[in-house]
């Protein structure tokens, strides 16, 4: 099974993700040019892209190969209230599936496992669960 996650976002992002990787645009020049890195070039052209149009929209995709996830009706339940509702915890999260904690703890758990969701740290070293994505596709 191929999962594809696919989130839309402005050329900015992208610009500030290279910046963070590389440093700056020189930088990158001239690691490409000392490592002739394929992934490099690719990544320069693109910088070089995205600073003449900033406010374009670009797809970005992650796919996932998994032999076994179980996306169960709980789960893409979860899935919805996360990316919808944004609780800033998994009690939060609880309360608004009105599901008790010990049963959406551990499915959350999976979930991140499974690299469909992340979490990021919130207020008192709460736990916030964010879905980065726009589309998840499935494909068998």
């Known amino acids: 099974m191929i999962i594809t996650l696919t989130k839309k976002q402005k050329e ?8 963070k990787e590389y440093g700056s645009i020189e930088r990158l020049k001239k690691a ?9 070039l690719v ?5 070089e892209y995205y600073l003449k149009n ?3 929209e670009v797809f970005e995709s992650k ?15 979860i899935l919805d209230f996360i990316k919808k509702e944004k609780p800033k ?3 939060e999260l609880s309360r608004m599936i009105d599901k008790d904690v010990g049963i959406i703890h551990p499915k959350v758990k999976e979930l991140e496992q499974e690299g469909l969701i992340e979490f990021k740290t919130g ?12 589309e998840i596709n499935i494909i068998i």
């Open 12 to 19: 900015i992002n992208s610009i500030r993700a290279f910046e």
């Open 32 to 40: 490409q040019e000392e490592t002739e890195s394929m992934k490099m």
């Open 43 to 47: 990544d320069l052209e693109n910088w």
């Open 54 to 56: 900033p406010d374009e």
């Open 63 to 77: 796919s996932i190969v998994a032999n076994k996830i179980t996306l169960t009706d709980l789960k893409i339940e």
């Open 89 to 91: 915890s998994i009690r």
């Open 123 to 134: 207020v008192k070293n709460s736990k916030i669960p964010y879905l980065n994505y726009d």
